[in-house]
């Protein structure tokens, strides 16, 4: 099972940017299914953001389309999410995660069978 590590996130002003990092440890993370996740507050639900599939495909909840994408360097085995344009909407806890081999890689897939997460970033966007 892979191990997941954070970095980056933080507060920003609306229309600014972020960057998010996903480092992967004990395996490559190629094989694996990985994507992010948000949750707005305590107690609501993690909602999908973006993933990527061990083939490379990649997929965008519809709220961050052509303001968020994925990138990865395979020689780190990190995952990023770079955020741009960010709204007040888009504040909350964001997750990593990852499932191995699960190319049917879409968010209600990897949420209900990542066994690895990461420990969580705040992203604060004001308006």
């Known amino acids: 099972v892979v191990q997941l590590h954070q970095s980056g996130g933080g507060s920003v002003s609306a229309g600014g940017s972020l960057r998010l990092s996903c480092a992967a440890s004990?395996?490559?993370?190629?094989?694996?299914?990985m994507g992010w996740f948000r949750q707005a507050a305590p107690g609501k639900e993690r909602g999908g953001v973006a993933?990527?599939?061990?083939?490379?495909?990649?997929a965008y909840a519809d709220a961050v389309k052509g303001r968020f994408s994925l990138s990865q360097d395979n020689m780190k085995n990190t995952l990023y999410l770079e955020m741009d344009n960010l709204k007040p909407e888009d504040t909350g806890v964001y997750y990593c995660a990852a499932a191995h081999g699960l190319y049917d890689c879409w968010s209600s897939n990897l949420a209900n069978l990542a066994r690895s997460w990461g420990q969580g970033t705040q992203v604060t966007v004001s308006s």
């Open positions: 004990g395996h490559s993370f190629s094989p694996y299914c």
């Open positions: 993933t990527r599939a061990p083939d490379g495909d990649i």
